[in-house]
């Protein structure tokens, strides 16, 4: 779903070019703009909302017997490490609006979290394969301190658009800014466009 035309099936290991000034990391840093929260998956819920209305919602157990897909793919952090090939398993973003029947208005979407992080990101950047809530990662639970139980993953986009212990996608009319947006990060966020500050 994920490859890139000549990369094909022997896409692992096969040298790439990086976007602009990024290098290869090989180890996973963790970057948090505050403490690692931690809910109980009995009280965690994933809802999609638009206009102040709740239009779905999952609970934890009917959030993982959604359908899965497995997504072999490079992120690319604006602190400019990349990481190639990382293996995440996780729900579509395709999935969830099928599933809640959504045919929705706004064009874009803000992301929300335990611990209040946000990010705004085009719907259009969210569907037809191009994202995931990710609940494994490497074949393992999603670790606590790179957002488990759940995280968005749009890997086409600097990673701080993939918020951590996300909680749900607001639907919005109009492009908003989040948490980093606000302090001036890229409304945007394209890693092959350099896309790292308002104004590049
Ligand atoms: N909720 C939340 N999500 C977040 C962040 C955060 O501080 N809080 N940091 C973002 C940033 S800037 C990056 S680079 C990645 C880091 O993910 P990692 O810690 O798994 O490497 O998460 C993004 N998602
Ligand atoms: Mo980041």
Redesign the pocket.
């Given at each position: 779903m994920f490859t890139r035309g000549f990369i094909g099936r022997n896409r692992r290991n096969t040298p790439r070019p990086l976007p602009p000034g990024q290098y290869l990391e090989t180890g996973?840093?963790?970057?948090?703009?505050?403490p690692t929260p931690h809910t109980n998956l009995d009280t965690w819920s994933f809802r999609i909302e638009a206009e102040a209305k709740i239009l779905s919602e999952w609970s934890w157990n009917e959030f993982v017997n959604l359908t899965l897909h497995d997504l072999e793919t490079d992120i690319h952090?604006?602190?400019k490490w990349s990481k190639l090939d990382t293996r995440w398993r996780g729900v579509m973003i395709d999935t969830l609006l099928e599933n809640s029947r959504i045919h929705p208005k706004g064009s874009h979407v803000m992301a929300f979290?335990?611990?209040g992080?946000t990010?705004n990101l085009p719907l259009a950047d969210l569907v037809h394969g191009k994202a995931m809530v990710a609940i494994e990662f490497d074949g393992q639970p999603l670790e606590a301190?790179?957002?488990g139980p759940a995280?968005l993953l749009v890997p086409h986009l600097?990673?701080?658009?993939?918020?951590?212990?996300?909680r749900g996608l607001r639907i919005i009319a109009e492009d908003t800014p989040g948490?980093?947006e606000r302090y001036g990060y890229h409304m945007y966020g394209d890693p092959w466009q350099e896309q790292r500050y308002s104004g590049d």
């Open positions: 996973f840093p963790v970057l948090s703009a505050g952090c604006v602190t979290c335990d611990g992080y990010t301190q790179h957002g995280r600097y990673f701080w658009k993939s918020a951590k212990w996300l948490f980093w």
